[in-house]
């Protein structure tokens, strides 16, 4: 199999600088949303676990979107910061477009999913979301095969490899549904946009040749006319 390099001298420029900057900045600030959320919760004594996912009750459908805002004490809320912030930054950083599609889908839609099948009891913490994110970056690299994008699948299955047991029913109190269903959303969602953000390759002398000297049976096929539709920006 061999491995796609992105060019270095896109890698590395100010841009990229940049936009590696913003996604930290808008990982972070959503790391900062939960850590207010408790905190505000904690000193006012508000209750607001109450606005968890509930599986199978219409009321209980709030907890889609304020679930994983809502975490039970100072260490629910602590361990999942970390991972939101390194799956947060990577996926922004690494696939800016896609994830802009990826990501509700995942915040959304393993909560639905959850809602359909998960046990009746009161589901509330960002794991979803993080396993969705981790699950994205790590399929991401398995899909698209660049050197980018597969060292941040090693260096996402080195740091949090040991949470895929995270999504079997093992440890009580835990909402392994939402980890699964944010599993699946990052894996499914990784797949439908493989071909999204893919950065320029380094060039080498044999594919420039490749490209200089077309093989002769192209004369021969015929590639068909442009089908007018729009194609996704890659960067």
Do not use: C
Not at 11 to 38: C, D, E, M, Q
Not at 92 to 101: D, E, I, K, V
Not at 133 to 151: N, Q
Not at 165 to 171: E, F, K, N, Q, R
């Amino acid at each position: 199999m061999r491995l796609k390099v992105p060019d270095p001298s896109y890698a590395s420029s100010p841009r990229s600088r940049r936009n590696f900057t913003l996604a930290f900045k808008l990982s972070f600030g959503f790391v900062v949303l939960i850590w207010a959320v408790f905190i505000f919760d904690q000193l006012l004594s508000l209750g607001l676990v109450r606005f968890g996912l509930i599986p199978g009750h219409a009321q209980g459908l709030i907890g889609v979107l304020t679930a994983p805002l809502l975490h039970l004490n100072l260490a629910h809320v602590g361990s999942n910061s970390l991972p939101l912030l390194v799956g947060g930054t990577a996926m922004l950083f690494l696939y800016p477009n896609s994830a802009l599609r990826a990501l509700p889908a995942i915040y959304a839609g393993s909560g639905l999913l959850a809602w359909t099948f998960a046990r009746e009891s009161v589901h509330i913490g960002a794991s979803g979301l993080v396993y969705g994110m981790l699950a994205y970056v790590f399929m991401a690299g398995i899909f698209r095969r660049d050197l980018r994008s597969i060292a941040t699948s090693v260096m996402i299955w080195f740091l949090y490899g040991s949470m895929v047991w995270g999504v079997l029913p093992t440890a009580p109190g835990t909402s392994w549904e939402l980890h699964l269903t944010g599993a699946l959303f990052g894996i499914v969602t990784a797949w439908l946009y493989r071909d999204w953000d893919l950065p320029p390759y380094k060039k080498y002398s044999w594919d420039l040749e490749d490209e200089e000297e077309p093989a002769s049976w192209e004369s021969n096929v015929d590639f068909g006319e442009d089908d007018g539709r729009e194609r996704p920006w890659r960067r």
